[in-house]
């Protein structure tokens, strides 16, 4: 079947830098996505990786490594407002969207 | 605003309830979706409309009913829910459903089944 593990809950303080884990097992490979959730809000897209290597958007950043199937999306200079979901999610080879359960990021002052 | 908007925001109905929950993007994308989101578990798609085509995912309970009048509109029309239905309802749309377009996603309804 398809996978998509990433941590449940991660902790970090404000200022600090926090990389969230994506790990995927899928039928095909058509692209990672990284979306941030507030609670109570709409998914936003945050990032897109196709291609090995980091791509780097303001304080956010993204690298994926598909021999390995893994994925981080790396935080810096943490804000209180960057508390939120991080869902990872992988396009397979029928462009069907395969979710992870989603990162709950919880930044401490 | 993220361009596709959900309506209501939040729901309670009864289990013998009929209601409906509406959809509307002004993306001019050609691909809408409704998936459910359950505390601590992946989205699961319910839904796919793409170029007038339905796709649907045959987990889905015969009480979910789905409507796309135009490439702007979409329902899902609830009857006679169970308490484990409660949920966020999540709409998105996209461009198209191949290559890497990502997905708009609207607010959301939150439904709660009594």
């Known amino acids: 079947g398809q996978n998509i593990d990433q941590p449940t809950e991660m902790t970090a303080t404000e200022g600090a830098i926090v990389q969230i884990n994506c790990t995927y097992q899928?039928?095909?490979?058509?692209?990672l996505f990284w979306y941030q959730q507030h609670a109570g809000e709409a998914p936003t897209f945050l990032s897109y990786?196709?291609l090995d290597g980091l791509e780097e958007k303001g304080r956010f950043s993204s690298f994926l490594s598909r021999s390995k199937g893994y994925s981080y999306l790396l935080l810096k200079e943490l804000q209180m407002k960057d508390s939120a979901s991080y869902l990872c999610?992988?396009?397979?080879?029928?462009?069907?969207?395969?979710w992870g359960a989603g990162t709950k990021l919880i930044i401490k002052p | 605003e993220t361009g596709v908007t959900q309506t209501p925001r939040h729901l309670v109905m009864g289990m013998t309830n009929k209601k409906s929950l509406k959809c509307e993007q002004h993306l001019g994308h050609n691909a809408m979706y409704w998936y459910k989101q359950s505390a601590k578990k992946p989205l699961e798609l319910m839904f796919v409309y793409s170029l007038e085509e339905r796709v649907e995912n045959n987990s889905v309970p015969s009480r979910f009913s789905p409507e796309c009048p135009n490439s702007s509109h979409l329902f899902l029309h609830l009857h006679t829910l169970q308490p484990e239905d409660s949920a966020l309802y999540l709409c998105?749309?996209?461009?198209?459903?191949?290559?890497?377009?990502?997905?708009?996603f609207g607010s959301g309804t939150r439904l709660t089944v009594v």
């Open positions: 899928t039928s095909g490979f058509n692209g």
């Open positions: 999610a992988v396009k397979d080879s029928n462009y069907q969207l395969i």
């Open positions: 990786n196709v």
């Open positions: 998105a749309s996209s461009q198209a459903r191949g290559e890497h377009y990502g997905y708009t």
